[in-house]
């Protein structure tokens, strides 16, 4: 009867023919950056990043409302950094020790899309009504619960005295972008929307561009102003590339850009 060879030495027979490359592709990939960022800035960090080919093959973004992706990291959800789209949901954070890091990397901006050429000399208000007259139009808008651009909405409604009027026609949006949808598929009339969605929108467009840009500015002092925080949560096993990569959000090549994409830079709001 053959005698068996030791379990050792066969293990040792087997590494010594094995090929170099093939025990280094069996190595673990290092961890991705995950980023969890407001549904209004998706789109465009997404478009920033390809700027930085390394940079962006070393993250994972994880989109959703301020709300939600809050309600997430109370949760224990294993993101690196936050991007939200307020300043209270990065404090109330940072309240729990949760971030160890926050800055104002933009300001965001509301507006009315679509809006006919020849009712920019209407007021919003007057437009806002004339559409309410038929019951079955609709006006979308973010969740004011869950989505900070929502809760703008849900402001200057009330600001301008037709909120109460208007509440039986709204829909409601999961986040921002979900609002954006309903009117962009018609199932709304209208919308209060973040100005980034719509230029985003027209420049993927190459027919039909002209359609996103008749939207008008709701007037700032209709609601508080979307100012959207980031910090790098405490528990983060990526320290070293969650720095990196706030590095790059707020240094001036990035923050130079954000007036094209409808937010103005967090620079100016610190």
């Known amino acids: 009867m053959r005698k068996k060879l030791p379990l050792v030495i066969v293990l040792l027979l087997l590494c010594a023919f094995t090929p170099a490359e ?23 960090l997404s478009t920033l990043l ?51 890091y926050s800055v104002n990397y933009a300001q965001g901006e509301l507006v009315l899309w679509p809006v006919k050429k020849a009712a920019h000399t209407n007021s919003i208000s007057n437009t806002l009504i004339e559409i309410s007259r038929a019951t079955n139009n609709k006006i979308a ?4 619960q869950l989505a900070p651009y929502g809760l703008a909405a849900q402001q200057t409604l009330v600001a301008l005295g037709i909120y109460e009027q208007m509440s039986a ?25 973040a100005k980034s969605q719509l230029i985003a929108a027209a420049a993927q467009q190459t027919d039909d561009a002209q359609s996103y840009q008749q939207f008008v500015a709701i007037p700032a002092h209709l609601h508080q102003p979307v100012i959207q925080q980031a910090g790098i949560l405490t528990r983060t ?34």
């Not at 986040?175 to 209208?190: K, L």
């Not at 990526?238 to 830079?265: C, E, K, N, V």
């Open 237 to 270: 096993q990526q320290r070293s590339l969650a720095q990196h990569f706030m590095a790059w959000l707020m240094s001036d090549t990035i923050q130079q850009q954000l007036p094209a994409h409808g937010y103005i830079s967090g620079k100016r709001t610190s």
């Open 141 to 144: 808008i973010a969740d004011p």
């Open 22 to 44: 093939q025990i280094q592709d069996t190595s673990v990939t290092p961890a991705k950056l995950r980023v969890a960022v407001a549904s209004n800035f998706y789109p465009t």
């Open 50 to 100: 390809t700027q930085h080919t390394l940079l962006n093959e070393q993250i994972t973004l994880i989109h959703g409302s301020t709300g939600t992706l809050y309600a997430q990291i109370i949760h224990g959800a294993p993101f690196d950094v936050f991007l939200a789209a307020d300043e209270h949901s990065v404090s109330a954070l940072m309240d729990t020790q949760l971030l160890e």
């Open 169 to 193: 026609q709204l829909v409601i949006g999961n986040n921002v972008n979900q609002a954006f949808q309903f009117v962009d598929t018609h199932n709304a009339t209208i919308g209060l929307l």
